[in-house]
């Protein structure tokens, strides 16, 4: 079976410095340029989502600014193809599904654990798509439920472990790289 990498809104506006850091952003991105790099090295198609959130007061990932551009760590060769979306499933008024071979497996890296990379993986699994999910190249941000802070490698961790649990096969970047 063929396999598609997936890189979702792995953008500057993540990282340190960026408008909405996340935790883990940069480890998650070396991890995830890891995986790209073994993508492409294997011949793999490689499709880029970019996340553009244009609403007027859109606190990050704005039209214009620094941060909505990939990072440089995982950032499009000529040929790959970026979609452009503005809802978290990268699937909701994109053309991504016209992209994707529906016999490869996606293999999953990006950013927001918890927002994006969750509705997108679930939607990729609803369609029928056999997902692998790099736990180690994805990052979440602290939340805050009832008043209760939630740091952000438990926020990770507790949506790693749900789509584990029927929507993807987990996998690490090591894992991965080495082929």
Not at 140 to 153: K, M, N, Q, R, T
Request: aromatic share 6%; proline share 8%; charged share 15%.
């Amino acid at each position: 079976m063929t396999r598609t990498l997936l890189i979702i809104d792995i953008q500057n506006d993540y990282f340190p410095g960026g408008a909405h850091p996340l935790v883990g952003a940069t480890a998650a991105g070396d991890a995830a340029a890891a995986v790209l790099a073994a993508a492409r090295r294997a011949g793999d198609p490689v499709v880029h989502v970019q996340h553009v959130w244009d609403a007027p007061d859109a606190p990050f990932m704005r039209p214009g600014t620094p941060g909505i551009e990939i990072n440089p760590a995982v950032a499009p060769l000529p040929g790959e193809p970026v979609v452009t979306k503005s809802a978290p499933n990268a699937f909701v008024g994109t053309e991504l599904a016209t992209l994707l071979d529906r016999d490869s497996t996606l293999v999953v890296v990006g950013m927001m654990t918890s927002m994006c990379v969750d509705s997108t993986v679930r939607a990729a699994a609803d369609a029928g798509y056999t997902v692998e999910l790099v736990h180690d190249a994805c990052a979440a941000p602290d939340l805050e439920f009832g008043g209760i802070s939630v740091p952000g490698a438990a926020v990770h961790a507790a949506f790693i472990a749900a789509l584990g649990d029927g929507f993807a096969t987990l996998r690490a970047s090591a894992e991965i790289a080495a082929g």
